[in-house]
């Protein structure tokens, strides 16, 4: 049941959305398998910093006990206090050499310059679960929810459970490369990362570099939102955004992964602010966790990834309910469609019963949760995705760790891995 679902829905996918599987490196087009990131392309393991002397980030101590969050559990959940805490050298902001790995997300990237991922930037489930805690007072919720999309779903290993926050680094992360394949890292295209980023290139148009910070998408996104970057602001820049990659990008691609793109925006406003500003997203405190800074001629250029000064960290927890909230509204701001170009014509998809024609039916939150629920848990994905070709035991994993109590209690429809 499952398998002819999958083989039909991919088929049908894959014909029409050939660019889809026809990037560099990918093999096997019809079973759309794992993304194979070639040798030397931009994110791909010939370049991929390699640093040998991996040290595991340093957990909250009784001295700086931040929420609280260890081993992958739920921490406190109260923030509201100085990140990195008075006198905690451990976390102190220190640059990244040109052996450690960045990617395409500057929440992970700051996380790593101070210390509360690995600093050279490979990490793991549990890392990802207690830091995001930590630093950002995120919700354990989403915490396990992005740290189970990214390693489990579409870039990392299922066994180690590890993932690189940028480029393909599989000898690091992979159980045994000859049986995973390659393991591409936040990097990859299509599976987590997509088309019409807020500050990175279209995987297309930027010639496979779809994660190095661009100077004048900065310049265009602090333009568009007046320097707030508040959720009026970033949902005229992502419609912005979208309708550039639409009108630019002949591989353009939005599926249904196209609703984290809200979700990363509004991450901005939400998870960036600090208390010392009375948590107003100002263009100093967003440019400095993007790393962006103004030269004299007023155009940007990347400096690592920071956390501002007397930065004081969200006081409620940021949960799953939060964000498909703030994905719902800023969508609703500009309704676009969900599909691609197909030889110089854009094409809706369908992605039942969220999105019909590549207009979206999700109507609440809870709609938009179920969609993501969906969206990695179902046999869907793999094809809309592009190429996200979870096994049978990476969506048993997924469902077991996400599934719990975030999902079931919204209702939603039962997943069609059962
Ligand atoms: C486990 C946690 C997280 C994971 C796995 C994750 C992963 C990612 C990935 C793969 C992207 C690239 C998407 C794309 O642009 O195509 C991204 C973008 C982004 N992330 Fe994260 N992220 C996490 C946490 C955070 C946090 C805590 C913040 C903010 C404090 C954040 C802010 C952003 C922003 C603003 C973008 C858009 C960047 C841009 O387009 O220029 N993320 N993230
Ligand atoms: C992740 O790394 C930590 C060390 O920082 C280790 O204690 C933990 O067991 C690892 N977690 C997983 C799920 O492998
Ligand atoms: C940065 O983005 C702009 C606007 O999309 C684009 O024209 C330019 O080529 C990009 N620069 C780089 C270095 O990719
Ligand atoms: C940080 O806070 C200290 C003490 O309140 C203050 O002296 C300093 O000016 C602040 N720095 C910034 C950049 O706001």
């Not at 609280?68 to 509201?80: I, R, S, Y």
């Not at 155009?299 to 909230?325: C, F, G, K, M, Q």
């Not at 969906?374 to 096994?391: D, E, M």
Request: hydrophobic share 35%; with cysteine.
């Amino acid at each position: 049941m499952r398998t002819i679902w999958s083989i039909a829905c991919c088929a049908g996918v894959a014909a029409a959305f050939p660019f889809v599987v026809r990037q560099e490196g990918i093999k096997n087009a019809h079973i759309l398998q794992r993304q194979q990131s070639g040798g030397y392309q931009p994110g791909g393991p010939a370049n991929c910093p390699f640093n040998p002397n991996h040290e595991f980030p340093v957990p909250v101590t009784d001295e700086f006990p931040y929420n609280g969050a260890k081993g992958g559990l739920p921490g406190e959940g109260v923030g509201g206090y100085l990140v990195p805490a008075a006198g905690d050298t451990a976390h102190q902001f220190i640059a990244p050499t040109d052996q450690d790995i960045r990617g395409p997300c500057p929440g992970l990237n700051a996380a790593a310059n101070h210390g509360f991922l690995a600093r050279d930037g490979i990490t793991n489930y549990t890392e990802l679960i207690d830091a995001m805690q930590n630093m950002y007072n995120m919700g354990y919720d989403l915490a396990n929810f992005l740290a189970t999309v990214s390693i489990i779903v579409a870039d990392g290993d299922i066994v180690t459970k590890k993932v690189s926050i940028g480029c393909d680094a599989t000898t690091r992360t992979s159980i045994n490369p000859l049986l995973t394949g390659s393991e591409p890292g936040l990097d990859g295209h299509n599976k987590f990362e997509g088309d019409a980023s807020l500050t990175r290139d279209d995987y297309f148009l930027g010639k496979g570099d779809n994660f190095n910070f661009n100077g004048t998408l900065f310049g265009m996104m602090s333009d568009t939102t007046g320097g707030t970057f508040d959720l009026n602001g970033l949902g005229e820049y992502r419609y912005q955004r979208y309708v550039q990659s639409r009108q630019e990008n002949p591989n353009f691609y939005f599926g249904p992964l196209g609703t984290f793109q809200y979700g990363a925006a509004s991450f901005v406003y939400e998870l960036m602010p600090s208390g010392s500003d009375n948590y107003v997203p100002t263009l100093e405190n967003t440019a400095s966790f993007f790393g962006a800074q103004q030269q004299s001629d007023g155009t940007w250029t990347h400096v690592p990834d920071r956390i501002p000064e007397n930065w004081t960290n969200r006081v409620t927890p940021y949960s799953l309910l939060d964000v498909t909230a703030q994905i719902l509204e800023m969508y609703l701001k500009h309704p676009v469609g969900f599909g691609g170009n197909v030889n110089g014509a854009f094409v809706g998809l369908d992605f039942p019963p969220y999105i019909q024609g590549g207009n979206i039916l999700a109507a609440t939150p809870a709609d938009f949760a179920c969609l993501l629920y969906q969206l990695v848990t179902g046999q869907i994905p793999s094809s809309l995705n592009g190429v996200i070709t979870p096994s049978v035991e990476a969506l048993q994993f997924a469902l077991t760790a996400i599934g719990g109590a975030a999902f079931t209690n919204l209702g939603c429809p039962i997943p069609l891995t059962k």
